[in-house]
């Protein structure tokens, strides 16, 4: 969906690097996601926010950092980056009651950590 | 732990049949369950959601049924066409304070030739 962007759309970085992967929304949603996909494993949650102070940890949280700059932005960081982070990750943003939401997803980032 | 399982994990048909992709779910306390399409270089897209108080959905061609006390969902996909060719996941959703969350189920690539 053109109104999520994430950049990069694909990055290689070595062991021990810190990385940002950064998402946009235009779409003026308070909720905001960020799941990784790996082969065979689905997608999975790594942080949520509801709003710009509301922060809150994923199933699969460590090694991993965010920060809602704003209502429109949402970003993931690598501390220091390990090869089985490598991985597609998908920020997405949340509109609707509890229950009734429907989430939309950007395109993706393509992370691979030699 | 809900787990979510899709099955087969690949599949490729000629243009023009009519297919079953399966979900299957190890918890049976859902709130609802998501069908998304998911194309390479993009995000993902949600085409239907069953509530828990539903048997199915209907969405032009696609039709996603729901049995939740046995786990399972299918996505039937009526005279299928090449531009069907995509990953399709399901997601179960489970309430949590404030928010939605969803499992992902770990996928079925689709490819339809001519």
């Known amino acids: 969906d053109a109104d999520v962007t994430q950049t990069p759309r694909n990055r290689i970085t070595k062991t021990g690097k810190r990385i940002m992967l950064e998402c946009s929304q235009t779409k003026g949603h308070d909720r905001m996601y960020w799941y990784r996909q790996d082969p065979g494993l689905g997608l999975r949650l790594i942080y949520y926010?509801?709003?710009?102070?509301?922060?809150n940890k994923g199933e699969i949280s460590d090694g991993y950092s965010v920060s809602r700059q704003a209502q429109a932005k949402f970003s993931l960081s690598l501390e220091s980056a390990i090869p089985n982070q490598t991985a597609l990750y998908f920020c997405a943003t949340g509109q609707g009651r509890v229950g009734q939401e429907t989430q939309y997803f950007g395109p993706g980032t393509r992370l691979l950590v030699l | 732990k809900q787990e979510v399982t899709q099955i087969p994990a690949a599949l490729s048909v000629p243009e023009g049949e009519n297919l079953v992709l399966n979900c299957s779910f190890t918890?049976?306390?859902?709130?609802?369950l998501q069908w998304f399409r998911q194309d390479p270089g993009k995000g993902l897209t949600s085409l239907l959601l069953?509530?828990?108080?539903?048997r199915e959905q209907t969405s032009g061609r696609l039709n996603a049924s729901l049995d939740k006390s046995s786990g399972r969902s299918t996505l039937y996909i009526a005279a299928s066409q090449p531009g069907d060719s995509a990953t399709y996941l399901c997601?179960?959703?489970?309430?949590?304070?404030?928010?939605?969350?969803?499992?992902f189920g770990t996928g079925t690539r689709l490819q339809v030739f001519p």
């Open positions: 926010s509801f709003d710009v102070k509301d922060i």
């Open positions: 918890d049976s306390a859902i709130y609802n």
């Open positions: 069953i509530q828990s108080s539903q």
């Open positions: 997601a179960v959703r489970r309430l949590s304070y404030n928010t939605d969350k969803l499992i």
